[in-house]
């Protein structure tokens, strides 16, 4: 293992072991999950700042969905220009294009060490003796394809993560389709400005929640744990914090980033009626 990888395993092995000692005396054989679960909310905890921060980015899109509506009809056929409208709307905002997406791209790492550290056998040139522990019936470092296989009590223990993630999903994307829907209410339904993108919309809406099941198949139980746990905080969340950070606004809101009409400046024209005074020629 590199000296890259290996130094973030070595951290996370030594506080889930801690997490896992703690516990030991309250919950026996269950502690190593339970550790698990304490690991995750405390990176979760570390994150809490920048997961406020994207709510209000998400709240800031929901403002300026009409306008984003708008800005793509308007500018369908200048892909270029309509790049820099968007560019330019969102900005106003204080958001962009791609708000909430920081707490999961700063989570994936977490994620990733918590797997590798589940599949290294030797920690610090030392036995890995997380790898001993089990959930149930099943071990911490199993895959529910691995082992006894799916037909058996070890299969039995992927089973009900998959319908706790299935469940935390469902929740999930009702909470989501909820947002949608209170942003219609507020004007704010024409976010994609298109049928086909308000389509596609849609089924990611409803499909992504449920990407941590499959994600749980194909990685160690422990990391399953980490997935179930953090979605579920995900949720607390927009329970708690999302009551003022995701509320979408007034639908007029989305006015005030709106381009000031240009005004022309126009001449003043001279009064006809000088061209129209009587003459005195005084050599008649």
Request: aromatic content about 10%.
């Amino acid at each position: 293992m590199s000296v890259f990888l290996g130094v973030p395993i070595d951290a996370a092995y030594h506080l889930v072991s801690l997490f896992a000692g703690f516990l030991t005396p309250l919950l026996g054989g269950l502690a190593a999950a339970a550790a698990i679960v304490g690991f995750t909310m405390a990176v979760r905890l570390l994150l809490l700042p920048l997961s406020y921060r994207a709510m209000r980015g998400m709240a800031a899109q929901a403002r300026v969905a009409p306008l984003v509506a708008d800005l793509r009809k308007r500018y369908a056929g200048q892909p270029d220009r309509l790049q820099r409208e968007l560019t330019a709307a969102y900005r106003a905002q204080g958001t962009g294009m791609f708000a909430g997406c920081l707490p999961l791209l700063v989570q994936w790492p977490a994620f990733s060490v918590l797997s590798l550290l589940f599949r290294s056998r030797y920690v610090g040139g030392a036995p890995n003796t997380l790898l001993t522990h089990h959930l149930f019936a099943a071990p911490l470092a199993g895959y529910w394809l691995g082992g006894a296989g799916p037909f058996s009590a070890q299969g039995a223990v992927f089973a009900g993560l998959f319908v706790l993630l299935a469940g935390i999903g469902w929740v999930s994307a009702r909470m989501a389709r909820r947002a949608s829907d209170l942003a219609a209410a507020t004007g704010a339904a024409a976010a994609t400005g298109t049928a086909t993108a308000g389509g596609a919309q849609a089924v990611l809406v409803w499909a992504l929640p449920f990407a941590t099941v499959a994600i749980a198949a194909f990685v160690p139980l422990a990391a399953g744990l980490y997935l179930a746990t953090s979605t579920a905080w995900t949720l607390a969340e927009r329970a708690v914090l999302g009551r003022g950070a995701l509320r979408p606004g007034p639908a007029s809101d989305h006015r005030l980033i709106r381009r000031r009409p240009i005004r022309r400046h126009v001449r003043p024209q001279a009064d006809s009626r000088a061209f129209n005074q009587p003459q005195n020629h005084s050599g008649e």
